[in-house]
């Protein structure tokens, strides 16, 4: 069974930053592509970035672009979210992703419905 740990989150202010962590067990970690998500309350979860299983190519939503970094260390089975400028919006649970057993080797995607394995997530909370 695939588990996914995120730590990492916490209260930060306005301009600071954070790095979030997910450590994943259960299966080969680095044949898979690794995403993070964010759900802020009463609203419904958003992608926020993806990498690939090589850690070669990414990709991240607008309002994150130029301020995230998602990174990953095969070697330690875990994903990471670098989030630099952060902004009061940026107020959310994160949650990091795995693709299903069957999608070794493919690119993430923006769904949250592609996604069978999340993690328990982690509150950010960016005060001004």
């Known amino acids: 069974q695939v588990q996914l740990v995120e730590s990492g989150g916490g209260l930060v202010q306005a301009g600071g930053s954070l790095r979030l962590s997910c450590a994943a067990s259960g299966r080969t970690f680095s044949n898979y592509a690794m995403s993070w998500f964010r759900q802020a309350p009463g609203r419904e979860r958003q992608f926020v970035a993806t990498i690939s299983w090589s850690g070669r190519s990414t990709y991240y939503a607008d309002s994150v672009k130029g301020r995230f970094t998602i990174s990953r260390d095969n070697a330690k089975n875990t994903v990471y979210l670098q989030m630099n400028s952060l902004k009061r919006e940026d107020t959310a649970v994160y949650y990091c992703?795995?693709?299903?057993?069957?999608?070794?080797?493919?690119?993430?995607?923006?769904?949250?419905?592609?996604?069978?394995?999340w993690g328990q997530g982690t509150q950010v909370t960016v005060s001004s």
């Open positions: 992703a795995a693709p299903p057993l069957d999608r070794a080797y493919v690119s993430g995607t923006l769904r949250t419905d592609e996604y069978d394995y």
